[in-house]
């Protein structure tokens, strides 16, 4: 009679603990933050950013997991989602559809400097996975506080 007790108290335990730990709580990787960093006028720095972000969704969502991805552009980087001087915007507007986990954020700063430095605002290029940030060295700090994971291509 003990050892039935005791066999029965044992499997309600093992199943108490399979209904508090479900598979999704127990592998908490199946969503990932990381947040790029973009901060060069440079041609071949954007599309490595861009190269990196498409290749990070691609394994996560082979490995059935989720991923958000953050783009923080400032200072020159800011060329990149700018309608007048970015050199990958055609790439971001084919980009923006296929991945709509990827979103970029702009720089206020920057883009203050900018409109004092050239007596206008600089225009974004129309997508609606662009937002301003105060500042996008503070956002970038945010996010990693956030647990967001940094790369810098």
Known sequence: MYRYLM??????????????????????????????????????????????????TKYYESKGDKVEIEIVTYG????????????????????????????F??????????TKKEGKAPELVKLDNIHVVPSGVVQLVERQEQGWKYVRP
Request: proline letters at 3%.
């Open 7 to 56: 066999m029965s108290l044992f499997a309600a335990l093992v199943l108490a603990m399979g209904a508090l730990v479900s598979p999704a709580q127990a592998s908490d990787g199946s969503m990932h933050h990381v947040v790029f960093h973009v901060d060069e006028n440079d041609k071949a720095k954007m599309n490595l950013a861009l190269n990196n972000a498409a290749n990070v």
């Open 76 to 103: 020159p980087g800011l060329h990149m989602l700018r309608t007048d001087t970015s050199p990958v915007a055609k790439r971001l507007e084919t980009f923006s559809m296929q991945y709509e986990n990827i979103s």
């Open 105 to 114: 954020a702009a720089c206020a700063n920057t883009m203050k400097g900018m």
